[in-house]
């Protein structure tokens, strides 16, 4: 826009129009500002109907004072991202951040934070642009190793992802994505492993035979397998097969003595009978082991070992409580992983009254009191089950708890903490529309019923 054009400046209401130059007015607000005139600055550079913002900007360079005045006149105009572009130009890289994360331009946002290595923050913008990589190696550099998980699996880095679900102990979401690991990736063999462990401590030894078997395929024990062979010895020491496992153990001892604690292994096993060669081991080939049987199928690929399909432990219990009762499957999936499983003994309080919520806590087995504290005494005001929730309002509102919530015997109980269910919603848009409206409903149906008892 050259200087000779003219721009409109809409007036107040029961004002005219005034029609000035784009030099006129650029000229009029520098003006302003130098007098240190910024909230009459703003006022006019608000209603001005064309965006001269950016030639604001350049007839500041580098004039420190005058930039940050101009910034201060732009945000009070809520123009975010031009005052945000005069933070950055100033070196304020901290302010330039919360200034584009306010203008949800989320990227640029990511990048300034990273400049000041608010790295958690960066993270956290990088995955709102859905930037999920660069989300997750942020978060794995912070130590946030769950939120790293999640950003490796939506940028399908399905290795990563689960092997961090493994180290975390949520073995179930573990064994789902490393199962997604291709036969022709450089980490399929130690996804393999990851699995076999999580099926050998868990009861099923032989699945976790049978899986490092399909990827062994007969080959001898050089580099490639020797892992593979040390943890297929260890699956069946687990199962109790003493002999094979010792077996097994010796021949890596033949082609490597150093080889991790294997000669420790050994000694661990006692006396047995030791083959000399791998194709006299018993039990070492496939068609050995006898087949599992399972409550589910297990497709067989033609170049995959077979899938082994995890049971979501508390799912449909979840699933079925009323506070969920809309929310579509992928949805509840995706929300049950950021659940956690908790134990509490008679006694121990869930919640505290008088303090900040920290969670949601779905009951899943017994009962738990709900007390109302007054001095020294406790009032009992209600007692719930299974498929009851109490501290929901902790996930929307920081405010202090109304209530001790104390468990009645051994409680389970589902938790989803403050933190998890607020960067939940952030990277699930839809989600969160879905759980607030019922948040929404259930509190207005509270309300309804505690004017109802008022009135009676």
Do not use: W
Request: charged share 25%; net charge negative.
């Amino acid at each position: 826009m050259s200087d000779s054009e003219s721009i409109t400046i809409l007036g107040r209401e029961g004002e005219g129009n005034t029609f000035l130059s784009t030099a006129q007015v650029v000229g009029g607000l520098l003006k302003l500002l130098t007098q240190g005139k910024t909230a009459e600055a703003a006022d006019i550079y608000s209603r001005v109907q064309e965006d001269i913002g950016f030639l604001l900007i350049d007839k500041v360079q580098q004039q420190d004072d005058l930039q940050r005045a101009l910034a201060n006149m732009l945000y009070r105009s809520r123009d975010y991202d031009k005052a945000a572009l005069c933070c950055e130009n100033l070196a304020e890289f901290d302010k330039a951040a919360a200034l584009y994360e306010q203008d949800d331009d989320y990227q640029s946002a990511a990048e300034m934070y990273a400049k000041v290595e608010n790295f958690e923050k960066a993270a956290e913008m990088f995955e709102r642009n859905q930037n999920y990589r660069q989300a997750a190696e942020l978060f794995l550099k912070v130590k946030n190793y769950a939120r790293a998980a999640a950003n490796f699996e939506k940028a399908v880095d399905y290795f990563v992802a689960g092997k961090l679900y493994h180290e975390l102990g949520k073995f179930r979401k573990s064994m789902e994505l490393l199962q997604k690991v291709q036969s022709d990736h450089q980490d399929f063999r130690t996804a393999t492993i990851l699995i076999g462990d999580i099926l050998a401590n868990n009861g099923y030894p032989d699945m976790a035979i049978k899986k490092m078997l399909n990827v062994i395929k007969g080959e001898p024990i050089n580099q490639d397998t020797v892992d593979l062979y040390y943890h297929l010895a260890g699956f069946h020491s687990i199962k109790g097969n003493k002999e094979v496992a010792k077996n097994i153990y010796q021949q890596i001892v033949n082609f490597d003595i150093s080889y991790k604690d294997v000669e420790d292994k050994l000694r661990g096993l006692g006396e047995v009978t030791v083959s000399s060669t791998l194709e006299d081991l018993p039990g070492i080939d496939e068609q050995d082991d006898e087949p599992i049987d399972l409550e589910v199928d297990v497709p067989v690929g033609r170049d995959q070992p077979a899938q082994i399909v995890g049971v979501m432990d508390g799912f449909n219990f979840l699933q079925k409580v009323p506070l969920f009762a809309d929310m579509p499957l992928s949805a509840m999936k995706a929300f049950f992983n950021v659940c956690q499983d908790r134990t509490f003994q008679d006694g121990e309080r869930l919640i505290e009254q008088g303090t900040a919520g920290v969670a949601l806590f779905v009951v899943r087995q017994g009962q738990v009191s709900v007390q109302r504290i007054e001095g020294d005494h406790a009032k009992e005001v209600a007692v719930l089950g299974p498929g009851d929730h109490v501290g929901e309002m902790s996930l929307v509102d920081e405010a202090p708890t109304s209530a001790r919530v104390v468990a009645k015997g051994t409680v389970k109980a589902f938790e989803i903490s403050r933190d998890m269910f607020l960067r939940f919603l952030q990277a699930n848009d839809k989600f969160a529309v879905r759980v607030l409206k019922v948040f929404v409903r259930t509190l207005s149906q509270r309300l309804r019923d505690t004017t109802s008892k008022l009135a009676q």
